[in-house]
């Protein structure tokens, strides 16, 4: 069963520009689920889609918003950025149910100058 | 206070020897409890994941709950360098979301 995939696995923007991030979970699960990760604040959840419905967020701004398809493919929205935004990007598939294991993608390294 | 909490590191450790691994969660009604290894670069792995109080073993690994002390383990024995790596404790209450740990990184001496 092929892992998660996230696509791009790097990304160079400037300050104001927004950006867009994929994620596609293994195969049958149909939960999504964001984090930022950097060196200062370590792994920070952003949201959880499931179902193409957020059904939890993390403490973020709006600039950061997401959505997800009905394949449970998902995407990650940026806007505005700021430098603060450099950092890695994760998503984790799960099935939603019973102990939920959620299984992380290789990340996309979001580089802001 | 935060949400779960590890020992801090770094944790060295000779080849051969047992790590071990603390985390604390502030969240009485936590259901699932999970311990990731990170290797630097890299995603987060799951290694193990357990709950029910007491032990859970797979391989080297061991985890061990304690929900009245809300108190999390690992254990890694026979360490190997490939052992190296951050360690991330995550706890999940009833509402799906995942919390994290700091993370402690061991360092395994051959």
């Known amino acids: 069963k092929a892992g998660v995939t996230q696509t791009p696995r790097y990304l160079i923007k400037t300050r104001g520009q927004q950006v867009t991030l994929s994620c596609s979970p293994i195969?049958?699960?149909?939960?999504v689920s964001w984090y930022q990760q950097t060196p200062g604040q370590g792994l920070q959840f952003l949201f959880e889609?499931?179902?193409?419905?957020?059904?939890n967020k993390g403490n973020f701004p709006g600039r950061f918003s997401g959505r997800q398809f009905s394949n449970s493919r998902s995407e990650m929205n940026v806007s505005t950025l700021e430098l603060g935004d450099s950092a890695l990007y994760l998503c984790?598939?799960?099935?939603?149910?019973?102990?939920?294991?959620?299984?992380f993608g290789p990340g996309t390294r979001l580089t802001v100058t | 206070q935060k949400e779960v909490e590890q020992n801090s590191g770094p944790l060295s450790v000779p080849e051969g020897a047992i790590a071990s691994l603390n985390c604390t969660y502030s969240?009485?009604?936590?259901?699932?409890f999970f311990w990731y290894r990170q290797y630097s670069g890299k995603s987060p792995e799951l290694i193990m994941f357990?709950?029910?109080?007491g032990d859970k073993e797979d391989g080297r690994f061991t985890a061990q709950l304690n929900k009245a002390s809300q108190y999390v383990s690992l254990l890694i024995r026979d360490s190997q360098p490939s052992d190296s790596a951050t360690y991330l404790c995550?706890?999940?209450?009833?509402?799906?979301?995942?919390?994290f740990g700091a993370g402690t990184t061991v360092t395994v001496r051959a």
């Open positions: 995550a706890v999940k209450a009833n509402d799906y979301k995942l919390s």
């Open positions: 984790a598939s799960s099935t939603r149910s019973g102990t939920d294991e959620q299984y």
């Open positions: 969240d009485r009604g936590s259901q699932s």
């Open positions: 889609y499931f179902s193409e419905t957020q059904r």
């Open positions: 195969s049958g699960h149909r939960s």
């Open positions: 357990i709950y029910s109080n």
